[in-house]
């Protein structure tokens, strides 16, 4: 059987594809190698799916620090609100939460798979899932169709390939796509994790003396080689038994991996603040003027309900103090070294948790070979990339899903009007 349009990968991108191929009158076919689909949008979003955000356009293009900027063109044809719109029209009403995210109503990623699929079915576009592909067909000049592993040949106008990166791999994201990519004759650029787990060999951490605390509105900062922050993420992070996690932590990865590899390998240095909005001085006053007033008090029990009571002991340590000293037996110069540790806390990074335990894969298909406004691969005719496959990643908060909807939209339709 011969069809307008394949569509390579049941995840947002390739769902988002196959139904925009269809309502441009393109007769569909969407193949995936899983018994199911949608299995990436049902663990986004702690299992409630954010499926966009709702900031502007240029703070959306400024969370997505890997290649943003390509995708100024594909706003213009179909954006965040559109999304939203889209959504609605299929029966899941949003709702609009902390820094722009938008959930459905339902607090159910299902809801969101349901209405996906319910629209597939309504279009009539076919569906083949646990099949598996072994690689797209080219001619000299375009894509053709795909060859099953199991030796069947499906022709096409045009191949829509959405089939994810490396990362969350038992969500189907196997990095199958970069070889068909390859075979045309694209760039890939190299794969790394992002949104990832920090990892380090600090005796603290391998002692577990912090495993488990939780800093709020604390500040994370990764450290070049010559002292400077390459960048800061004020957000709650965690201390784990290999090293750091939580949001600050996932944000500075893609930064700790490129700076790291700088660096030859060797461990980099991240910095701890856990008063970001304020300066060294004005948290030295706020210390001292607390010890000033009990100052035959024991000084943990002066301090502990401003920090906690784990981290303060940890910070006391290394600041040399003894947890029962009180005001009246530290000097000003202890008392600065304190301030400076809850300011500047420097560990060690020694690396990131695999690609595979990654929530985003950094690198993928080069960017530079795609058009932005259609997804069209600029080597060969009829041959579209959405999604994860392409060398763009942002934080998560509904930027990557964001991508991956935009250019599956875009990816699907204009493979529906592709020329035969």
């Not at 293009?61 to 029209?89: M, T, V």
């Not at 298909?365 to 406004?373: G, L, N």
Request: aromatic share 6%; hydrophobic share 40%.
């Amino acid at each position: 059987m011969r069809y307008d349009v394949i569509v390579i990968g049941g995840g947002p991108s390739g769902l988002m594809a196959a139904i925009a191929a269809s309502e441009y009158g393109a007769k569909t076919l969407l193949i995936d190698k899983g018994n199911q689909l949608g299995r990436k949008l049902a663990i986004s979003g702690g299992g409630r799916c954010n499926v966009t955000n709702r900031m502007p356009i240029s703070e959306i293009i400024k969370h997505i620090p890997g290649n943003g900027r390509f995708l100024h063109s594909a706003f213009n044809e179909f954006d965040n609100e559109d999304i939203i719109q889209f959504f609605e029209q299929l029966g899941v009403p949003l709702k609009e939460e902390d820094n722009g995210r938008m959930f459905p109503q339902s607090n159910s990623a299902q809801s969101v798979i349901d209405a996906l699929l319910n629209r597939l079915k309504q279009l009539h576009v076919d569906i083949r899932t646990d099949t598996a592909i072994k690689t797209v067909k080219y001619n000299e000049t375009k894509a053709i169709g795909v060859t099953l592993k199991n030796g069947e040949e499906i022709d096409s106008n045009a191949v829509v390939v959405a089939v994810g990166g490396k990362s969350v791999p038992h969500t189907g994201s196997t990095g199958d796509g970069y070889a068909w990519a390859k075979k045309a004759g694209h760039t890939i650029t190299d794969l790394f994790p992002t949104e990832v787990p920090l990892t380090s060999n600090e005796q603290f951490i391998k002692e577990r003396t912090l495993q488990g605390l939780a800093i709020r509105n604390g500040a994370l900062s990764v450290i070049n080689k010559k002292g400077k922050k390459i960048v800061t993420h004020a957000m709650d992070f965690l201390f784990t038994h290999f090293g750091l996690s939580g949001p600050a932590a996932l944000r500075c990865s893609q930064y700790v991996v490129k700076e790291i590899k700088k660096q030859n390998g060797q461990a980099i240095t991240v910095s701890i603040d856990l008063f970001p909005n304020q300066n060294n001085e004005q948290v030295f006053q706020v210390i001292h003027n607390k010890l000033k007033q009990a100052p035959k008090k024991a000084i943990k029990n002066l301090l502990k309900d401003i920090i906690q009571e784990r981290y303060l002991l940890f910070l006391m340590e290394r600041s040399s103090i003894e947890p029962t000293l009180t005001y009246a037996h530290i000097s000003n110069e202890q008392l600065r070294t304190f301030v400076e540790n809850t300011k500047n806390l420097q560990m060690k990074i020694n690396g990131t948790l695999p690609i595979e335990k990654a929530f985003v894969t950094g690198g993928g298909v080069s960017i530079k070979e795609i058009h932005p406004k259609t997804m069209c691969s600029k080597v060969k005719e009829g041959l579209y990339f959405c999604g994860e496959i392409l060398d763009i990643h942002g934080y998560t908060g509904g930027f990557n899903i964001t991508s991956a909807l935009i250019t599956g939209r875009l990816a699907g339709q204009n493979a529906a009007m592709s020329e035969v």
